[in-house]
Structures are given as C-alpha cells and as structure tokens.
C-alpha cells in the first residue's frame, strides 16, 4: 500500500505572516495522525517562516518549488540544493509545467536537478504532463514516456523509492477543467508501466499525484483511482480550509 501524498504548491503567492496564518490554520485541521504525507511549497523568501511555523508539526514537510542542479557558483537568481535542504525542505518540485513552459526547462536540465536533489538527500516530486494540442493530436502516450524518461536519465535507482511523480496534465492546471478520473488513471497506469519497465518492482512504490485543478469536490473521485496516490495541489492549496479538505480526500 503507498502511502497518499498530497503536495501545496503556492506558486508565486503569499507573504510570510499569510504563510504563518496559514499554517496555523491548517495544523489543527491535519493532525499528526493523518493516513497522508502533506507537503507545503512555499516562494524561496518564505521557506523559513513556513519552516518555523512548522517546527512542531513533524507530520507536515516543507518543500520548495525549483532548484537549480549545481551546488554553487555564479548563477545569478538562482538556489542551490543544499541552501533548500539547510532552510529545511525535504521534497522539491522539479520539472512543473510552468517552469518548462515560461522558463524553457528541458528535459535534460530537469534530469539533472532531480540527480542533485537526491545527492542532497531530499525527495523529487518530478512533474510531467501533456498540452491540450498534444493531447488533441494523439500524442499524450509519447510525450509522457519521452519527458519521464528524459527527466529521469540521471536518476539513483538506489534511491527510486523516494520519487513522486506528479502527472498534471497542462490544460487542467488552473484552468478550472479536471481530467476525469477515467483519463487521469489512464495516463498514472501508463507512467506507472513505464517505471516497471525501467526499476522494476520498485514502480510499486513510487507514487504517483496528480495535478490540475483538484478541489475538495473533486478529490475523492481522483484519488479513488489505484494508481492515483497523492495531488498536488495549486489554487485550491491557497486556502486551508480547501487544502485541508482535500487531504482529507486522500488519507
Ligand atoms: P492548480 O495547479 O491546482 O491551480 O490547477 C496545480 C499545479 O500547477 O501544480
């Protein structure tokens, strides 16, 4: 049985006392005895305050929304694995549909931040998915097995059991418009097929989010699906309430 794992992702949004309130108000709605793993990623500037607030909620971990995948140097705006691993994170977001579409992250470049986010000791939560015009064109099976096997070229195998792996497919994120449950299952069998081919029996074990406007309502129906383990959650994780509620849906 994996172990449901449903991931905040803040984007560009909240200010440290926001942040603090938030955690405040999530806490005594996620208690320690939750059947889930729940993450928070937070901007670069509020990791401490999150971090803080976080201190006696061992159940809850902190995690950030990029890296770079060198261990220092002059890369101007940029943050090191170790800096994120030092201000507390234990997951990092890698490879999110945002960062290869306005940023232009490769695969290549993706694969090396996941190898440098393990070498840190902290866990990849690797993100994968189609365009509306990929998807109407037939091609979500090749572009999910090329991104997840390009993302993954430097992967420790030793440490596999770690990853998280979110499928958001880019037409449903923020967008109002969830993938069905149907699809979903659909797209997280065919990634999990994939890794069975690559790690072998190891595949079990990682789970598998997913992403794109999943809300209280809908959360439930998505996370009924066997080979959806966890969500990683952006607009509806703004508020913990909502947030709450939906990991409540996965434990
Ligand atoms: P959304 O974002 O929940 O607002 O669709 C999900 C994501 O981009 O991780």
């Not at 806490?27 to 971090?51: K, N, Q, S, T």
């Not at 790690?199 to 998505?222: D, F, M, W």
């Amino acid at each position: 049985m994996r172990r449901p794992i449903v991931a905040a992702n803040w984007k560009m949004h909240k200010t440290q006392d926001e942040a603090s309130r938030f955690v405040r108000e999530l806490l005594p709605r996620v208690g320690a005895e939750v059947a889930a793993d729940v993450v928070i990623a937070p901007p670069f500037p509020l990791l401490p305050a999150v971090a803080r607030a976080l201190a006696d909620a061992p159940h809850v971990s902190l995690a950030a929304q990029n890296v770079h995948s060198e261990a220092s140097g002059a890369f101007t705006g940029e943050v090191s694995c170790a800096m994120l691993a030092d201000a507390g994170c234990r997951y990092v977001i890698v490879g999110h549909s945002e960062r290869r579409a306005l940023f232009g992250e490769s695969d290549a470049f993706v694969a090396r931040k996941v190898a440098a986010v393990q070498r840190a000791g902290m866990r990849p939560i690797l993100c994968v998915g189609e365009t509306l015009e990929q998807r109407e064109a037939g091609q979500t099976e090749a572009v999910l097995t090329t991104q997840l096997a390009g993302s993954l070229a430097d992967l420790d195998e030793a440490r596999a059991a770690e990853l998280v792996i979110a499928y958001e497919p880019v037409w449903a994120i923020g967008t109002g418009r969830t993938a069905t449950s149907e699809l979903a299952q659909t797209a997280h069998a065919l990634l999990r097929a994939q890794l069975r081919a690559r790690l072998g029996a190891v595949a079990e074990a990682i789970r598998l989010q997913y992403g794109g406007s999943v809300r209280p309502e809908n959360a439930k129906t998505l996370l009924g699906e066997p080979d959806i383990d966890g969500a990683l959650v952006g607009g509806a994780s703004l508020d913990p309430e909502s947030f709450a509620a939906i990991v409540h849906a996965a434990a």
